[in-house]
């Protein structure tokens, strides 16, 4: 690639995360050129959508959520879909009491631990940026320790946390959308047992093997666990594993439609790169393919993949997916 040609594109993205060695500039160029011309007509709609000053609920917002919500926008739809801004009109001065509150040390080293491994590619995190996030993503996981005991703080929460705030720029927003996503959107994910984790996970495996049978008897005849391959995809909702922009796409949906859209996208990523999982022959051969099918224009071009996830893996109700999770979550529980 020319110099010139890599210099065309900001070293730094817009959410402050550095791009790597290996990212392919020219793809991104063609790709955003196209993207940006529909991301200022979806802006035009939704903010013609808002005008009204609150976020209407219906088919036409699924709609809307589904083809993108515009970051000027973003902090404040997600407030509004997830329940989370009810929940902090009911509970004025809640999150500032919570940083007052009674110290625990095992909560806060663990906190801490975290805090230098957390987006070390993204200035906005680095201790010499003014003002440096690290700050404000120790109060929100702090809060968040002190409100849901029962959960504490759990690896992989930090990087939900801190995309958080880098889309609403509020320590206090930020903590709400966190309680949404760990207490209703994806429960028992994040408690000691990872119960609702290890469900779903196993979930996944029974959707592979009823949309995609050739990869679920791969996985079988190679003895490959699940958690192997996906946990990460679970447990950070993406991040760190699909491009910024793509995850904001798909974070779009969570908050409106609920956790099913995480298998949406499981689902997709399996069955767009199928015959390539299928060469694998050898356990570390599968995990190695489960990182790369990650990777390339596919995951990079985040309107067609999008479009993808609500067309590839069919027909996906959240009563299927909740009779799934009660006979998985039985088998696991069985099992001890």
Known sequence: MEPAERSRVPRIDP??????????????????????????????????????????????????????????HRARVWMALSGAQAQMDQNPGYY????QGERNPRLEDAIRTDLNRTFPDNVKFRKTTEPCLQKTLYNVLLAYGHHNQAVGYCQGMNFIAGYLILITNNEEESFWLLDALVGRILPDYYTPAMLG?????????????????????LMEQLGVLWTLVVSRWFICLFVDVLPVETVLRIWDCLFNEGSKIIFRVALTLIKQHQEFILEATSIPDICDKFKQITKGSFVMECHTFMQKIFSEPGSLSMATVAKLRESCRARLLAQG
């Open 15 to 72: 959410y402050g995360f550095e791009r790597p060695e290996d990212f392919d500039a020219a793809a991104y160029e063609e790709f955003v050129s196209g993207y940006l011309v529909t991301l200022a007509r979806r802006a035009a709609k939704w903010s013609r959508l808002l005008r009204g000053g609150g976020v209407p609920r219906g088919r036409a917002v699924k709609r809307y959520v589904r083809k993108g919500v515009p970051l000027e």
């Open 96 to 99: 500032h009491r919570l940083l």
């Open 197 to 217: 984790l290890k469900t779903d996970q196993e979930v996944l495996g029974e959707l592979v093997r009823a949309k995609l049978p050739a990869v679920g008897a």
